[in-house]
């Protein structure tokens, strides 16, 4: 049977703002209070998408959910009769709740959930596990969407099984595919799960980080690879550097990124990394014998803090034709000499995969931490299962321009933190998520 990958980028929510809730997303702190452009966000997003979608790369498109999240805000006490009298008692009493209530944040669609594909799991069946997102509480309230989301999608238990989010609080916090990387030859061959952590709610003697946080834990990642049924010699457990999580990587897709056979990855990206990158070759050569083409950036080449800055690895690796990787990178590196430099260097050595290097505009994402890999879901299905899929969510042309028109009836091209309780903006989502709907032939998606 064959497989093929299609990234499910997120369509960015009319809400798009920079109220600066991340600790340890630096881009997230230093743009705190900017004022942010909802409409280029969205179409900065759907043109990388779609120009992907052009070059022969399958696209599809998951949507926003509806923020603020009214809900939330009731359950964290804001009482009131309408909608609108939640939404002025929490924006006068407690700002960053209805800020933490507003976030679009769950654009970055890396982070919606870890799917495992039919080939790799014991039933033959797709799994998906939306993310908890536990480690911060504006992403908390996302999974509740993601689950009712990918059940729309993903509506056939023949074929797909989504699995709740995983339960147990903050020793079961879980990020997603943003710490996930499945390596194989094909994507129909077996494949290697990589599963990075940050943490442990257990093991009380691993290393941890002294100023940001470590978001995922190890028990989410065993547990995932346990519930998906993954076959024990096909995943692998590795710990993140505490030394790059206080530098701003509160993912490991901020510090390295995989694709089939091809790991492009930092110096300092794993604890004991030499030792964690025998062990993935090792992992992967039991599995399949073959190995795997690992291309480490040293520290003198591209430091810690600029890799950071110019979410190099946040990039997404895409195969052109056997052997030929095209790396999609933010602008941000181009802008970067000592990146640029590297990039130029891998695109005359003929032993190197990436052989070409297509850059985009995504500022507006970028400004809260989000680069094209965060902005993308990679999603592994057989034609088959693909036949089964619910919604109008491929991406082409006609959806394109359908949810372009959209973008540019509906968002605003300027929105502060303070114009968040705007009970117009409230009223402003729910027309445009009611018309969404509609144009994705999702219907009922959206519970306000
Ligand atoms: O979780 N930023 C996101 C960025 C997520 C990036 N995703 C991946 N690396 N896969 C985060 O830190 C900022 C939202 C705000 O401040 O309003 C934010 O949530």
Same mark, same amino acid.
């Given at each position: 049977m064959r497989y093929r990958e299609i990234n499910f980028d997120g369509l960015v929510g009319p809400t798009h703002n920079y109220a600066g809730l991340s600790t340890g997303n630096l881009a997230s702190q230093l743009h705190r209070g900017d004022r942010s452009n909802p409409r280029s966000a969205a179409? &900065?997003? %759907?043109?990388?998408?779609? #120009?992907?979608g052009r070059r022969g790369f399958p696209q599809a498109i998951l949507p926003p959910p509806a923020r603020p999240e009214i809900r939330?805000?009731?359950?964290?006490?804001?009482?009131?009769?309408?909608?609108?009298? *939640?939404?002025?008692?929490a924006g006068r009493s407690a700002p960053q709740l209805l800020a933490a209530a507003a976030s679009a944040s769950a654009m970055w669609t890396a982070n919606a959930c870890t799917m495992t594909p039919s080939c790799d799991s014991r039933d033959g069946r797709a799994h998906f596990s939306p993310a908890n997102l536990n480690a911060k509480l504006h992403r908390s309230i996302e999974p509740g969407?993601?689950?009712?989301?990918?059940?729309?999608?993903?509506?056939?238990?023949?074929?797909?099984?989504?699995? =709740? =989010?995983?339960?147990? +609080?903050? !020793?079961?916090?879980?990020? !997603?595919?943003?710490?996930?990387?499945?390596?194989? &030859?094909?994507?129909?061959?077996?494949g290697l799960h990589l599963f990075v952590f940050g943490r442990s709610a257990i093991l009380r003697d691993l290393p941890g980080p002294r100023h940001?946080?470590?978001r995922q834990t190890l028990e989410s990642c065993q547990s995932i690879a346990r519930r998906h049924g993954i076959p024990e010699e096909q995943s692998l457990f590795l710990q993140q550097s505490p030394a790059a999580v206080d530098a701003g990587v509160f993912h490991?897709?901020?510090?390295? /990124?995989?694709?089939?056979? #091809?790991?492009l990855v930092h110096e300092d990206a794993f604890l004991h990394q030499p030792d964690a990158l025998s062990r993935l070759q090792d992992a992967y050569f039991l599995l399949t014998d073959r190995r795997l083409q690992i291309i480490e950036v040293p520290r003198d080449r591209v430091? %810690?803090?600029?890799?950071?800055?110019?979410?190099?690895?946040?990039? &997404? $690796?895409l195969e052109m034709e056997p052997g030929r990787l095209l790396l999609v990178v933010p602008s941000e590196c181009t802008r970067s000499k000592a990146v640029s430099t590297l990039l130029e260097t891998y695109l005359?050595? @003929?032993?190197? @995969?990436?052989?070409? /290097?297509?850059?985009?505009? $995504?500022?507006?994402?970028?400004?809260?931490? +989000?680069? @094209?890999?965060?902005?993308?879901?990679?999603?592994?299905?057989?034609?088959?299962?693909?036949?089964?899929?619910? !919604?109008?969510?491929?991406?082409?042309?006609?959806?394109?321009?359908? %949810? #372009?028109?959209? *973008?540019?009836?509906?968002?605003?091209?300027?929105?502060? =933190?303070?114009?968040?309780?705007? =009970?117009?903006?409230?009223?402003?989502?729910? #027309?445009?998520l009611d018309e969404l709907s509609g144009i994705l032939h999702l219907p009922d998606l959206y519970q306000f």
């Open positions: 179409l &900065q997003g %759907l043109e990388k998408a779609m #120009t992907l939330a805000l009731r359950n964290w006490g804001f009482a009131g009769k309408s909608d609108e009298d *939640v939404l002025a008692e969407f993601t689950h009712r989301l990918l059940s729309a999608i993903f509506d056939d238990e023949e074929r797909f099984s989504v699995h =709740p =989010p995983l339960s147990g +609080g903050d !020793g079961m916090a879980d990020e !997603g595919a943003a710490n996930h990387t499945r390596f194989c &030859q094909s994507f129909s061959a077996a940001y946080p470590a490991n897709d901020v510090i390295s /990124v995989g694709h089939l056979e #091809t790991f430091s %810690l803090r600029e890799a950071v800055r110019t979410y190099l690895f946040n990039s &997404q $690796l005359r050595d @003929p032993e190197n @995969p990436v052989s070409e /290097v297509l850059s985009f505009n $995504l500022h507006e994402s970028m400004r809260n931490g +989000g680069g @094209p890999a965060c902005l993308r879901q990679r999603i592994v299905l057989s034609a088959n299962e693909e036949r089964h899929l619910r !919604g109008r969510i491929l991406l082409d042309e006609a959806l394109c321009q359908d %949810l #372009t028109g959209w *973008v540019m009836r509906h968002y605003r091209d300027h929105l502060s =933190p303070a114009d968040l309780g705007d =009970p117009r903006l409230l009223e402003e989502v729910r #027309t445009a």
